[in-house]
């Protein structure tokens, strides 16, 4: 039968309600099964809280001496994989309930690659410095099935991906991409100019790890430096609400006036972000100042 890894990289994080939910589950798999740990570099804190696990049955933790970021740390625990599938996941998640692993195996057959989903608690985060992470998260990670389904390379996550391990190998994630973001869109772009299949499950894992608003402020900059680097080097054809509007901007002259409007707001833009009551539209003009300086967008 096929066997599984499941490939969770850590960084910062204590992650043993995570490995004990997935241990439980692991007989629901039609054949052997392993859970891989690979710590990039965290504090001392939480590799203490963590190395414990590697006294488990079936789970492997590892240290690495430098970290080497989100691309290049599940590349490596794709190559320490000994199964034939590899899931991956990330070190935020949690498990939904007793049938996720089953409800995995049970669509084997139905493509090379699956994908399951995200989705975010319901309530509010009480916390107002959390509460922009969770907004995006609701509304732009946590889509529904049907528009998976009608689009199924697009917007690719990397956390709760089910696929053979061949497949990664064949097209590694991007390690140049430092940093934070679009390493899976470009593994959804190869996939579909390979012609992969990939079939979209209801089967959600739960993000329940939320960075302050500062912190993903940051990262969604890094993100769309990452996303203007695949569009001006790999020459990749992502269509989005973002790359659309730059692109129609240069075509009739007016990027150079809409990135000054921008900036001159950049500040107003920011304050609204790390307030108790964030709007993703603040969020979305940030993102197009920040690709017009880029020189990105169709």
Known sequence: MAGLSILIPIFNREVSHLVHSLRVQLSDWPGPA?????????????????????????????????????????????????????????????????????RYAAALGQAPV??????YASQVPAEPALRLRWLYGRQREARSLAPRCAAPYDQLLVNNLLLKKEILERFPLNESLRGYGHEDTKLGW??????????????????AGLETAAAFVQKSEQAVANLARLLREDNLLIKSSLTQTAGRLRRVGLAAGAQAALALGEPLLRRNLLGARPSLRALDALKLLWLLREGGGR
């Open 34 to 102: 392993e859970i891989r740990l690979l710590d990039d570099d965290s504090a001392e804190e939480f590799r203490v809280q963590n190395r414990p696990l590697a006294a488990l049955p079936r789970v492997f933790y590892q240290e690495l001496p430098a970290n080497v970021g989100r691309a290049a740390i599940r590349n490596q625990l794709v190559a320490r994989a000994e199964q034939e599938w590899v899931l991956l996941l990330d070190n935020t998640s949690q498990v939904p309930d007793g049938q996720y692993l089953a």
């Open 190 to 207: 190869q996939l579909a100019a390979a012609g992969v299949p990939i079939h979209h499950l209801d089967n959600p894992i739960l993000h």
């Open 114 to 119: 699956l994908a399951g989903g995200v989705r």
